[in-house]
């Protein structure tokens, strides 16, 4: 079995200004990471994904995010947000092997102020 | 390409309707599921069905059942609606093997 926790389900950010969004999984056996976005009144996106190779890996709209297997983290960033960055966002995991079996976070809403 | 499609996109229905939520996909996927997202608690898989012809049991199937009618539509019923069913369901379809999953824009229902 698997579990994902998003630490904070509400993140207020200054435009321009970086933004960290934190996930931690849980798992007892190895795991691919992602980040999924969702707008207001869409469907999930994806955003990034680590399936193997460097752990540092770079998603669309200049985000990125760094997969640390000894803390199970996978934290999302940006160094720099734009109000069109306001969204829900996702963190998910699926075992190796088990492409059906995605366990979602339950989401933080990251609001960009003006 | 129109990826992932939902209809209806609102319903509203009585304790004890029933209804159909349909769900097609156009990128020749074989993977195909159905999510309901509540606040708070994330998405959570119903149903998911990994090829034409199969179907399984995800986190919450209870009160739903699903029919993969071909390769292309995947569909979630509802027998007989409870409150408790009040959600956002998303159908998602990916290809096999393949880890990412796409979306479509979701049907609210509100059961009353």
């Known amino acids: 079995a698997q579990s994902v926790t998003q630490l904070d389900s509400q993140v207020p950010v200054f435009e321009e200004a970086p933004v960290e969004l934190r996930c931690n999984y849980s798992?007892?056996?190895?795991?691919?990471l992602f980040w999924y976005v969702q707008y207001p009144n869409q469907g999930l996106q994806l955003l990034l994904k680590?399936?193997?190779?460097?752990?540092l890996v770079k998603g669309i709209n200049g985000f990125e995010a760094e997969f640390n297997k000894s803390q199970t983290s996978f934290h999302l960033r940006k160094p720099s947000v734009h109000i069109s960055d306001t969204a829900e966002y996702f963190c998910?995991?699926?075992?190796?092997?088990?492409?059906?079996?995605?366990?979602f976070g339950i989401g933080t809403k990251l609001q960009v102020i003006p | 390409n129109a990826g992932v499609t939902q209809t209806p996109k609102f319903q509203v229905l009585k304790t004890g309707q029933s209804m159909t939520l349909q769900c097609a996909q156009d990128?020749?996927?074989?993977?195909m599921y159905w999510y309901r997202q509540d606040p708070g608690m994330g998405l959570r898989l119903i149903y998911y069905?990994?090829?034409?012809?199969?179907?399984d049991k995800g986190e919450v199937p209870n009160g739903y059942n699903v029919s993969r009618l071909n390769k292309r539509e995947f569909s979630l019923r509802l027998e007989s609606a409870a409150p408790s069913q009040t959600s956002v369901y998303f159908c998602?379809?990916?290809?096999?093997?393949?880890?990412?999953?796409?979306f479509g824009p979701g049907t609210r229902l509100t059961v009353t």
């Open positions: 998602a379809s990916s290809e096999v093997d393949r880890y990412e999953q796409y």
């Open positions: 990128m020749n996927h074989n993977s």
């Open positions: 998910a995991v699926s075992p190796q092997g088990g492409y059906q079996k995605v366990t």
């Open positions: 680590y399936l193997s190779g460097s752990t």
């Open positions: 069905s990994a090829s034409e012809g199969t179907t």
């Open positions: 798992s007892s056996v190895s795991v691919y």
